[in-house]
């Protein structure tokens, strides 16, 4: 079994910063990598980023340059850093971590950019 806890998120206004946490913990032994997908509403859930154990990155390309991902290998824990944030950023925010064939995900956090 995996757990994944997520914390952060909240309401926010265009061109600010939030950041995302999520620890795993359980049968975590294999992680090879952890990332973050995102659902706006009416929308497919979509990959926002992604970081192997070994620090290499993918971004989606609407939040390359605003969006950090990083990842503590002794926590099991990867965080996402979100600046000049837009509307469009706006959805539920998911953990992901891939484990021997598996997709585990977290219970979602909100992130809501309005004025």
């Known amino acids: 079994q995996v757990q994944l806890v997520e914390s952060g998120g909240g309401l926010v206004q265009p061109g600010g910063s939030l950041s995302l946490s999520c620890a795993a913990s359980?049968?975590?032994?294999?992680?090879?990598?952890m990332g973050w997908y995102r659902q706006a509403p009416g929308k497919q859930r979509e990959l926002v980023a992604l970081?192997?154990?070994?620090?290499?990155?993918n971004y989606a390309d609407s939040v390359k340059g605003r969006f950090t991902i990083s990842m503590d290998n002794l926590k099991n824990t990867v965080y996402l850093q979100m600046n000049s944030l837009k509307p469009e950023d706006t959805a539920v925010y998911y953990c992901?971590?891939?484990?021997?064939?598996?997709?585990?995900w977290g219970q979602g956090t909100q992130v809501t950019v309005s004025s």
């Open positions: 970081i192997t154990r070994d620090g290499r990155t």
């Open positions: 992901y971590v891939p484990i021997a064939g598996a997709d585990y």
């Open positions: 359980g049968s975590i032994s294999s992680i090879r990598a």
